[in-house]
């Protein structure tokens, strides 16, 4: 952010010898003992106050986001910490690298279809180019589809419940996501589920956060969620383990292809 005359600037936080500030809160007379860290941190991100619906919103996505057991993100941060156990900050950091297009982060790339659905003059029509573009790259749809939930992705279809019943939200981006889902059902000739990042991508969105900040809130669930890796990791240690299966599962083969 910048001032008029150019320089720049920040809204963010200020202090003094005897005080600090968030935005235009005192830390200690306004915050301490009286919000909540998801009020806080929605305070800092969007720059408003948050209403009861963002903060039951955003403690759901939180929730959601928190954990999936022993993903790329948890064996990153297992492998890590197993290495450089002085080092927690790194192994947590390692893990977050992870959050990206193809696990954990999707729902940033999910919401920018949402949003392209939301802006086109036939929405129906848009959705189904959507699916049809993605069909030909033999590709999932960002949002749909997963691995390990089938038929369904149980934790999609309890927030995206959760949204419908909160009267306060518009409802767009989870209609834009049902046209998605229904373009893509259409596309491939059975039902894909929507998976968990597919329905936060609308329930962030049916709240305020911009596309581009979404998987911001994912790096701040998993954080959680890889500290507690590392707790379970000092307690009964596994990264010896992963790092011993991975180098007898796969062998090292020489020129002739056949293992040595």
Known sequence: MTSTSGTPVTRLCTHTLTSLHYREADLVEDLLGKKTFTEVMLMQILNRTP?????????????????????????????????????????????????????????????????????????DAEAMEIARHYKGLRSPVPGFGHHLHKPVDPRAYKLLDMARAEPELAGHKVRALERLSAAVDAMAGRPITINATGAVAALLGEIGVPTGVMRGFAVISRAAGLVAHIVEEQQSPSGRFIWDTVEHAIPFVGASGKPA
């Open 51 to 123: 209403r009861g619906v963002d903060l039951r919103i955003t403690d759901a996505v939180l929730v959601v986001l928190m954990e999936h057991g022993l993903t790329p993100s948890a064996i990153a941060t297992r492998l890590i910490y197993m290495s450089a156990p002085e080092n927690l900050q790194g192994a947590v950091s390692a893990g977050l690298l992870a959050v990206g297009s193809s696990f954990v982060g999707t729902m940033e790339n999910c919401a920018g279809l949402l949003d392209r659905i939301g802006a086109a003059a036939d929405p």
